[in-house]
């Protein structure tokens, strides 16, 4: 049974919001406070009616409202307009068994899924009539709120025998003791006989014995004997009974002999995300997983990945920062969340998908999450830019906002159909290879026409990479400049060559010379088609 659509209204950054979801993997991405971890809450809500592992009825607030929705409603109370109170509105819809099913829901489809709405409470309906006359309401009257679950049929929800079981997994908290303590419990279950639990018990109330019967815990109770805090009783200190299995509380997991509790905090996550995907696999059919490359070595976000994907039973919802994550996983699993906006990446070219899933190493959510881009093929590219936008604005593209990425030309088309999913515009910049119709052109024919894909390079084929290109401006006539060659020199050593030597050097030196062109005092010329790429941001 897997989720196919949620529908979330008025929740936090979520206004007015209907995602389509993936059978099997969900990668939500975007900026911090884009809303990402929202739709993890939403998820979390409609499936166990927990937010954070604590009933979500117990936690209702002002501020789980929509910001626009309620300083609309704070605004039309001053105005004293009484305005219809709002309403959280969280739907799953899912395939499932015809007792779920019905019309009961805000698309009015004949569906099978769960609805919850934090609403007044019919038994608070007169209250709030008597404040509003009162003119008491000020803000959303959440005391008066409560929370319902029922599914499309108009059958209430017991989540105990709901058709979802949800485990998640949280990496940024350090919450660990529930998921310890199942481990412990079933490796007693597991391991041991009644007769050998018994005889653990019996041991462990010895060694309670043993401690009270210490010397230095009988001078305690001697001298607190005389206490006056009751007067006419004797007091003395000992060990809090327990149950009969308390022993069993006080066992925790040691790593290498090092207790669990001591350890560093990724390899906390990395067990505490081994152990609850291994309860997954027996107990869930939904996983919900936020950040899980927090605090993990690449090694363990690999072996992560590969667990993921071999949970082909399970529905997995990930928030993540991660490009390897995302791209590993496959980008078509991927739904941008930005602003409280939401898009898939489904129908980004199956060709893109395996691309970036083969060469899961290029930074594809640092560009969908960029405000403004420049693509490059390389440092010396990216440096060069850095510095003409430097010389021509007085700052760095980073201190504007504007970031450059450098991919390689291979990868040109596979951002640039994510650039036209996304409606994102780039600029992407590129060496002509000596042939512009065929390596230009014809290479990005069912490119270069987009309106928001902004090509520049080098006009002159002779001029076939960047280096002959900068070159080529800081000459006088066939020979280099004598600054420019000081510039790119180290200790004047390159003050005596020629052009041919100039060339040489900066070609088999790509990063080096770009690096001393960026870090000089003084400044050089740039080709036009660097300077054009830069005036795009004017």
């Known amino acids: 049974m897997t989720i196919k659509k949620l529908v979330v209204k008025n929740y936090k950054l979520l206004k007015d919001s209907v995602i389509k979801l993936n059978p099997k993997i969900n990668i939500f991405v975007g900026d911090n406070d884009a809303g990402k971890s929202t739709l993890l809450d939403a998820l979390s809500i409609a499936t166990t009616g927990k937010l954070n592992g604590i009933a979500f009825d117990r936690q209702l607030k002002a501020n789980l409202f929509n910001r ?9 109370m001053a105005l004293g307009l009484n305005p219809a109170p709002p309403r959280i509105i969280i739907e799953a819809y899912f395939d499932g068994d015809p007792i779920y099913q019905g019309t009961e829901n805000e698309l009015s489809e004949d569906a099978a899924g769960i609805r919850v709405v934090v609403d007044i409470l019919d038994s608070n309906t007169e209250a709030y009539r008597q404040m509003l006359s009162e003119r008491k309401v000020k803000d959303i009257p959440v005391e008066l709120y409560g929370v319902t679950y029922h599914y499309f049929s108009g059958a209430t929800v017991s989540f105990r025998l709901s058709p979802f079981k949800c485990i998640t997994i949280d990496t940024t908290r350090k919450e660990y003791a529930g998921i310890v303590d199942h481990f412990v419990s079933d490796s007693i279950s597991d391991n041991l006989t009644e007769d050998e639990l018994t005889n653990l018990a019996v041991a462990y109330n010895a060694s309670r014995r043993q401690f009270r019967e210490n010397d230095v815990v009988q001078k305690l109770n001697d001298a607190v004997k005389t206490s006056t805090i ?11 009974e327990d149950d009969v299995n308390a022993w069993k509380k006080q066992m925790s997991i040691v790593v ?39 605090n993990l070595s690449f090694s363990n976000m690999t072996r992560l990945v590969k667990h993921v994907v071999q949970s082909s039973d399970k529905q997995v919802f990930i928030s993540t920062h991660n490009s390897y994550i995302a791209n590993k996983l496959d980008l078509g699993n991927v739904i941008l969340v930005r602003d409280g906006q939401v898009q898939s990446y489904g129908d980004l070219p199956a060709e893109t998908k395996r691309y970036f899933t083969k060469l899961p190493g290029y930074d594809t959510l640092r560009f969908a999450l960029a405000t403004r ?13 850095q510095r003409a936008y430097k010389d021509k604005y007085g700052r760095l593209p980073f201190d504007d906002g504007i970031d450059i990425i450098s991919v390689g030309s291979l990868a040109f088309k596979r951002f640039a159909d994510i650039a036209n999913l996304i ?24 490119y270069i026409e987009h309106d928001n894909l902004h090509f ?5 084929e002779h001029l076939n990479t960047i280096e002959p290109s900068v070159l080529a401006v800081n000459c006088d006539g066939d020979q280099p400049h004598m600054a420019f060659k000081s510039i ?18 900066m070609k088999g030196n790509k990063v080096e010379w770009a690096f001393r062109v960026f870090e000089s005092e003084s400044s050089i010329c740039y080709p036009q088609y660097i300077q054009d790429a830069i005036n795009f941001f004017e």
């Open 373 to 385: 881009v420049v693509l490059v093929e390389g440092p010396t590219d990216d440096l060069i830019i």
């Open 456 to 460: 520049y390079y080098e006009e002159n």
């Open 230 to 240: 009751i007067k006419g009783r004797t007091v003395s200190l000992d060990l809090r």
């Open 256 to 294: 290498d002999e090092i207790p669990f509790e001591q350890i560093g905090f990724g390899t906390q996550n990395s067990i505490k995300i081994e152990l609850a995907l291994r309860n997954a696999d027996n107990q869930a059919n939904v996983v919900l997983m936020e950040e899980p490359e927090n």
């Open 68 to 76: 626009d929705i309620r300083d609309e409603f704070i605004a039309d």
């Open 488 to 505: 790119i020199s180290k200790d004047g050593s390159l003050e005596s060559r020629d052009y041919t030597g100039i060339l040489d050097f």
């Open 423 to 446: 409606g994102k515009d780039v600029v992407i910049v590129t060496d002509n290879d000596g042939d512009i119709d065929k390596n230009i052109r014809k290479k990005y024919a069912e």
